[in-house]
C-alpha cells in the first residue's frame, strides 16, 4: 500500500512538472506501434486526454504539411543510428485551428538482445512564442538589412580577446577584398590606409574602452588596385564576449567629396572661363596685399566685346572669353592668379611684380588677347584690350582702393585710344577711388536709410495715369553731406564693384516690403530695372518668390525691366530670366530698345511683354525723319509680336501726338511725370482706386 501511494505521488509530481514546464511527453512502442500521448501533450493542443486516439502516427495528422518530411526524417536518422537523439522544430494543429510551433526531443530507451530498438520516447515543448520573437526579430534585422544595402554602410567588427577581425559583405567590397568569409587577419585593414591619413585614422579607432560613445571619423583608403576612396566609419565599443568588441560601420563617400570638391570648385570659380570669381579673387587679394607686397593688380576689360557679340552671337562671344582667359593664363607666372569679375572683364594677381616686369606682362597680354581664336563665325572680327595695372606696395591698401586704382588706369588706356595698358599714377589720377569709395557708401545708405526709394509714371498716352497706376521705381543716393547723387554716378559704381545684384535686392525687397498691401489691392504696380549681375543671379527668383510670400505682394503686379547690355553680358542667363518671369506672370520689359544692333534679335529670342523705346529717338522725333522711322518700324514689329509699346525720356508736347500716331500706346518722360518719393505715388494710386471703386459702386 505505502509503495502504490509513493508511486502515486511520484506520479503526480512528474505531471505537475510538465505541467508547468509546458511539456508533453509521448512514448512509442515499436512493436506494438502503439504510442502514448501525456494529458500535459493533449491540453497543449487544446484537446482533453481522452478526446485524442493513441495511436502511433497522431502527431503525424497533426503536423503541418511542410514539416512532415523533416520530422520523420529525424527520427529515421536516430532509429538508423545516424543521430544521438531526435530534435526538431515542427508545427502541430491545435483543436482551434492555429498552428502550435513544438521543439520535439526524444531518443531510444529500450532495445532488444540484438540492439535494435523497441521503444522510444520523447518529450515536445510549446515555442510558439519563441518562433513569434523570431519571426519578429527577423523582420527587424530585414529592415535592418535594407537599410543596410539602401545607404550602402558595411558592419564590421573586432573580438579584443581573440584579436580577430569580421568583415560583412559590403566591407569587403568597399575596400576591394575578395573573400567568402567575414573573418579577416586582424592587421589587413591598417595596410589600406593611405599614407597621409594613417596616423590619424589608427588614433581614430582607438576608443575609450571606459566609454560608451560614438567616434565618427572619415579617412582615405588606397584599394590594391591603386584606386584611392574615401571612407567615412563610425566606431564604439560594446561589451560582447570575454573582453570586449570593437563595433564599426564603413561607408563610401567617395562620390560625396568630389561632390563637394566640385561645388567648392564652382563656388570660386567662373563657370564659363574656369578662371576665379569677383569673391573668390577679392578674398586672394586681401590676404596677399596683408603678407606679400609689393605685388600688381591688373585690370583687363575687353575692347569691341559687344560689336562681337552683336555681329557673331553669344556663342562666338562666350567662345571669345574662354579663349582670351585661356591666353591670359599662359601669359602668367606661375604665381600669378587671374579671375572674370563679369562680363567682358578680368582681374589679374602678380605678386613680386615691379612696374617694368607688369609692363611686359600686359604687352604680353595685349598680344594674346588680339590673337585669341574666335571661332569661324567671327573669322572678320578681332578683339582688343585696355589694361590697368597697380602697383600696391602698402599692406593699409584695401582691395576694394587696389582694383580701384587699376580700373582707374584701364579707362585712362581706353580714353588713350585702347588695345594699350596704363600704369596708375596718384598724380594723375582725379577722383580715381572715387568709384570704390561711391560703391562702398550705397552699400552703407542701404542700412542708414540714406538709400531712397524713387518713381516715375508710365502713361498711357492721351489718358490719365490713374486709370494705368503703373511706376517704374528707381533709387536716389542721398551723399552723407546730405546732398542728392546721381544714379548715372553710383549705379555704375556699384556695377564696376560686384554690388549691383545686392542694390537690386534691396530695392525689390523695400518696395515690397512697403507697398505690397497696395500692389495686392491693385492700387499700383511696379516695374523694377535689373542689372547683369542680377540677371546671372541664380538665387534670384527664390528671392522674389520668398520677399512676395512675406509682403502678399502678387507676381502679376511686378513687371521686371532689362536692357540690352545686360542681355550682352549674359545672354543664356537673360532668356532663362524672361521664362521664369512670364511662368510666374509677372510683366517684363525689354529696356533701351534700338539702341544695340542686335535689339530685334533679343526681341525675337525673348518673349516680352513691353518695349521700351531708347530716348534717343525719341528726343528729336519731330525733327528728325530717321528717328521716325526707326520709331515706326519698332511699334509696327511690337504690335505684330502682341508687346506693348512705351516711348522713353518725351520731354516736348508735340511728340506725345506723334508717338500716338505711330502706334506707341505708352510713354515715360519729365514731360508726362518727374520722379518723386514713390511713397508719394502710392498714396495717390490708392486714392485713385478707392474713387474708381466708388463711382463702379454707385
Known amino acids: 500500500m505505502a509503495h502504490r501511494q509513493k508511486k502515486n505521488r511520484d506520479e503526480a509530481r512528474w505531471e505537475r512538472a510538465l505541467e508547468r514546464a509546458h511539456l508533453g511527453v509521448w512514448d512509442w512502442d515499436l512493436q506494438t506501434g502503439d504510442c502514448f500521448y501525456s494529458a500535459t501533450w493533449a491540453r497543449m493542443l487544446g484537446y482533453e486526454q481522452d478526446e485524442l486516439a493513441n495511436t502511433s502516427d497522431l502527431w503525424l495528422r497533426l503536423t503541418h504539411p511542410e514539416d512532415r518530411e523533416r520530422a520523420l526524417a529525424s527520427g529515421d536518422r536516430h532509429i538508423a543510428g545516424q543521430t544521438d537523439a531526435i530534435e526538431t522544430e515542427l508545427r502541430l494543429r491545435h483543436k482551434q485551428g492555429h498552428w502550435v510551433w513544438v521543439l520535439d526531443r ?158 567648392a570648385y564652382a563656388a570660386r570659380h567662373d563657370a564659363l572661363t574656369g578662371l576665379l570669381n569677383r569673391a573668390a579673387f577679392d578674398r586672394l587679394l586681401a590676404g596677399h596685399i596683408a603678407t606679400s607686397v609689393p605685388l600688381a593688380v591688373f585690370y583687363v576689360d575687353l575692347d569691341y566685346f559687344k560689336a562681337l557679340n552683336d555681329f557673331a552671337g553669344h556663342a562666338a562671344g562666350d567662345l571669345a572669353l574662354k579663349n582670351v582667359a585661356a591666353g591670359i593664363g599662359r601669359c602668367l607666372p606661375p604665381s600669378a592668379h587671374a579671375a572674370r569679375l563679369g562680363g567682358d572683364e578680368f582681374a589679374l594677381l602678380v605678386p613680386n611684380c615691379d612696374v617694368a616686369q607688369a609692363e611686359r606682362l600686359a604687352g604680353a597680354i595685349l598680344a594674346a588677347v588680339r590673337g ?127 554690388i549691383a545684384a545686392r542694390l537690386d535686392r534691396w530695392i525689390i525687397r523695400r518696395a515690397l516690403t512697403l507697398h505690397g498691401a497696395a500692389m495686392k489691392s491693385g492700387a499700383i504696380t511696379l516695374g523694377f530695372n535689373l542689372s547683369a549681375q542680377t540677371l546671372s543671379d541664380p538665387g534670384l527668383w527664390d528671392f522674389v518668390d520668398g520677399i512676395i510670400g512675406e509682403t502678399g ?117 519729365f514731360l508726362l511725370h518727374r520722379p518723386e518719393p514713390l511713397e508719394q505715388i502710392v498714396e495717390r494710386a490708392g486714392m485713385a482706386a478707392e474713387e474708381t471703386l466708388v463711382r463702379r459702386v454707385s
Open 106 to 263: 526524444g531518443g531510444i530507451v529500450e532495445r532488444d538482445a540484438d540492439g535494435r530498438p523497441l521503444r522510444l520516447m520523447g518529450v515536445q515543448t510549446d515555442i510558439s512564442k519563441q518562433k513569434a520573437a523570431e519571426a519578429e526579430l527577423e523582420q527587424v534585422n530585414v529592415r535592418f538589412r535594407l537599410a543596410l544595402a539602401a545607404s550602402g554602410t558595411g558592419i564590421w567588427h573586432y573580438d579584443i580577446a581573440t584579436n580577430k577581425s569580421y568583415w560583412d559583405a559590403r566591407t569587403r567590397d568597399i575596400f576591394g577584398l575578395v573573400a567568402d568569409a567575414d573573418e579577416v587577419s586582424a592587421g589587413l585593414w591598417h595596410t589600406y590606409l593611405h599614407p597621409d591619413d594613417k596616423e590619424a585614422t589608427e588614433r581614430a579607432h582607438q576608443v575609450d574602452l571606459r566609454m560608451d560613445t560614438i567616434t565618427a571619423s572619415q579617412y582615405r583608403i588606397v584599394r590594391r588596385d591603386g584606386e584611392v576612396r574615401h571612407v567615412e566609419s563610425l566606431v564604439r565599443f560594446i561589451t560582447a564576449g570575454a573582453a570586449g568588441q570593437i563595433l564599426g560601420t564603413v561607408r563610401d563617400i567617395t562620390e560625396d567629396k568630389l561632390r563637394e570638391q566640385e561645388l
Open 372 to 498: 585669341a581664336d574666335l571661332g569661324l563665325a567671327a573669322t572678320s572680327r578681332r578683339l582688343a584690350a585696355s589694361i590697368g595695372i597697380a602697383i600696391v606696395h602698402d599692406h593699409a591698401t584695401t582691395v576694394a582702393d587696389a582694383l580701384a586704382c587699376a580700373d582707374d588706369a584701364c579707362y585712362a588706356a581706353k580714353a588713350a585710344g585702347r588695345d594699350r595698358f596704363a600704369v596708375f599714377s596718384a598724380e594723375a589720377a582725379s577722383g580715381g577711388l572715387n568709384a570704390a569709395r561711391l560703391a562702398a557708401d550705397t552699400v552703407d545708405a542701404m542700412e542708414d536709410g540714406r538709400l531712397k526709394l524713387f518713381g516715375q509714371q508710365i502713361h498711357r498716352l492721351g489718358r490719365p495715369w490713374q486709370e494705368n497706376r503703373h511706376v517704374e521705381v528707381l533709387a536716389r543716393l542721398v551723399g552723407r553731406g546730405g546732398q542728392l547723387i546721381p544714379p548715372g554716378e553710383f549705379i555704375p559704381a556699384a556695377e564696376r564693384f560686384g
Open 553 to 669: 505682394a502678387p507676381h502679376q503686379g511686378i513687371g521686371f525691366e532689362i536692357t540690352e547690355t545686360a542681355a550682352v553680358t549674359n545672354f543664356d542667363a537673360a532668356e532663362a530670366f524672361v521664362r521664369k518671369a512670364r511662368a510666374r506672370r509677372c510683366k517684363v520689359s525689354l529696356d533701351d530698345f534700338g539702341a544695340g544692333m542686335s535689339s530685334f534679335e533679343y526681341l525675337r529670342r525673348f518673349p516680352v511683354d513691353a518695349i521700351k523705346i531708347d530716348g534717343s529717338f525719341i528726343e528729336h522725333i519731330t525733327e528728325s525723319r530717321f528717328d521716325r522711322e526707326i520709331v515706326l518700324a519698332i511699334a509696327s514689329i511690337a504690335r505684330s509680336l502682341g508687346c506693348a509699346v512705351v516711348g522713353e525720356k518725351i520731354e516736348r508736347q508735340d511728340s506725345v501726338a506723334m508717338l500716338s500716331d505711330m502706334g506707341v500706346e505708352f510713354g515715360q518722360g
